[in-house]
């Protein structure tokens, strides 16, 4: 009925751990989560030990670091090192955040890296985000509109009607809200999870889109959007700094108001 | 919400009072009706809360359907319970 440990498959068992050079000064310590699927071994803490003085501020060049000098098995997403790609999502120091964006000093101590919680690994710190896509496919976010465009196919919009998807359209997909949900944790095959909303929510006060009535909807169900008991961990995490709990609430309203 | 506030101020002010002095206050139109509306959305209120509870946790789906209807059943009864208690006293 109910499991107080992980099965036995899945307990994190203590790794090796890489010494820094005898005459690094200023050395902190990595532990990173390490899984193979292919080894079938159970997933392990490896702890690195980098000396600050020879890596970039951040922890994707610390990451980038072990996989060059130190151990070339180390596996991450990664991508456009500036925070709007969206690839590095990970949880660091038990934060949900983007390697490239999470400068090493803001860590204390020993800086710990897992996989983004509550999703699928496919291998060491990558999260398997093929549902995530899906739930985003499913909300149909493109621009949904029976009126033909204009001749010169411009569909034009005022500054507010622009300015109404300003806070949504910034939204880099990298679900570190998302899987800082616990809803989505315990409902994530059924709830659309904070990122999906955003963007839906991004879909439904878009000016130009005459499909407003049909996407709110399809929100209205005890699953998509009401799961969210506004927990509010997505907007303390987003490092892109949004605020899909305020999204949610907007929808929320906007059925509301609907129905009244 | 304002009918909480009623039922709290309500409450206060009868404080002290003797038993037959909350009936007589009941047997008036206006507390009767606020006080069988303040059961109803209570219960009501009650039932929903506990179903989001169940919704979020019970997976398997016998288990859930039971419980939901176990909640209805037993927020139903207990409320006609309130209800009709407070009918005999007021009417």
């Known amino acids: 009925m109910v499991a107080l440990r992980l099965p036995a498959n899945s307990r994190i068992k203590q790794g090796q751990t890489y010494k820094a050079s005898a005459h690094a000064k200023r050395v902190r310590k990595f532990h990173i989560y390490r899984w193979n699927p292919d080894d079938g071994a159970n997933p392990r803490t490896d702890t690195y030990e980098l000396d600050l003085d020879a890596c970039g501020p951040m922890v994707l060049d610390a990451l980038i670091k072990i996989k060059n000098e130190v151990d070339s098995t180390l596996t991450f997403r990664r991508s456009c090192r500036e925070g709007i790609c969206g690839s ?151 490092p892109k700094g949004l605020n899909p709990a305020k999204a949610i609430g907007a929808i929320k309203r906007l059925i509301v108001e609907r129905q009244v | 919400m304002p009918l909480t506030l009623w039922f709290i101020a309500s409450i206060i002010s009868l404080e002290g009072t003797s038993r037959a002095g909350v009936i007589a206050w009941l047997q008036a139109p206006v507390p009767l009706v606020l006080m069988l509306c303040m059961i109803v959305a209570t219960f009501w209120h009650m039932e929903q809360g506990l179903r989001v509870v169940i919704d979020d946790y019970l997976r398997n789906d016998v288990m859930r359907m039971t419980m939901l209807l176990l909640n209805r059943g037993v927020c139903a009864i207990a409320g006609l319970l309130c209800v009709v208690s407070v009918l005999r006293l007021g009417l």
């Open chain 1, 88 to 238: 590095c999502a990970m949880s660091i120091d038990g934060v949900n955040t983007l390697a490239c964006l999470k400068p090493i000093g803001d860590v204390r101590g020993a800086v710990r890296i897992t996989p983004l919680p509550h999703m699928a690994v496919v291998k060491d710190l990558v999260p398997d985000l093929s549902q995530a896509f899906a739930q985003y496919r499913s909300i149909e976010p493109w621009l949904k509109a029976d009126t033909p465009p204009p001749p010169n196919g411009e569909r034009l919009q005022s500054r507010e009607e622009r300015a109404q998807i300003d806070g949504l359209w910034e939204c880099i997909l990298c679900f570190c809200c998302t899987a800082g949900c616990p809803s989505y944790w315990w409902n994530g095959d059924r709830f659309l999870g904070p990122a999906i909303l955003l963007q839906a929510h991004r879909w439904i006060v878009e000016s130009r889109d005459e499909a407003t009535g049909e996407r709110l909807e399809a929100l209205h169900d005890p699953f998509k959007l009401y799961r969210c008991h506004t927990i509010m961990n997505c907007t303390n995490t987003c």
